[in-house]
């Protein structure tokens, strides 16, 4: 009835914290200006960040009146990524958009 020494167990050898270790988040911000387009930014949260169109309507205009707002929530590559997907897209389309992102 004990249990078996670790070195007898299947997982022996896999640290506890390989298991448990949960990954860091970071929250993405879309920025304000003056000439990114109000369609321009709702196509990007719909795109590139899966909200709907009625929640891409609602954020955009938060950042607009506010100066910034939330875009969602992500492991720290996944972030990187759609920022970088937004700036690409922003400068293909000739705007200045900007996103950051903060560890949470
Ligand atoms: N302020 C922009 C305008 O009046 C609209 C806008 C909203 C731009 C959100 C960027 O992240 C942004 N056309």
Known sequence: MTEPYPEQRDDAGVEERT?????????VYLLNDDYTTMDFVVQVL???F????????????HVHKQGRGL????????????????HTKARAG?????????KE
């Open 19 to 27: 298991r448990t270790r949960k990954p860091h988040l970071y929250r």
């Open 46 to 48: 719909v795109e590139i």
């Open 50 to 61: 899966h909200k709907n169109p009625v929640e891409a309507t609602a954020i955009m205009l």
């Open 71 to 86: 875009a969602g929530v992500y492991e720290r590559q996944i972030a990187e990524a759609k920022i970088a997907a937004a």
């Open 94 to 102: 000739g705007f200045p958009l900007k996103c950051t992102m903060e």
